[in-house]
């Protein structure tokens, strides 16, 4: 018997607001992945998306503004094979309502770049290093999980 994870092809992404770190991560999953894995995200409190998320993203070629947040709350997890936390306080939550459950949870500690202070461009600085940090996540962790 194998302890290797198996492919994936539901995968959501959580975080503190669905405002920034998940939208990034589902932004991300999608341009990379397409139709071979569905995504979508949560914040365990559903807020509007924060607008230097929405700009790093538009820089990769990703338009999420009609893109509605979603509250983790509202979503039926155990359809997911995967959930990916991206914060600590996400993680805690996810493996509190997933327990009994057989979805595979995941914690990815992504800095966040809200609370980096300065001018807009070092604020938009902070975003891209998210999004990069993101999308390194993604291709080393998702990608191989992902059927061609």
Known sequence: MSDAPGPLQAVLFVCSMNAVRSPIAEGLARLRYGKRLYVDSAGLVKTERDGFA??????????????????????????????VALSHEAYRRAEELLRMSSVEIRYWPIEDATQVGGSREQRLEAFRRVRDTIDRHLREEIGPRVKV
């Open 54 to 83: 929405l700009a790093v993203l538009r820089e990769a070629g990703i338009d999420l503004h009609d893109d509605e947040p979603n509250a983790f709350e509202d979503i039926e997890c155990e359809s997911f094979d995967l959930v």
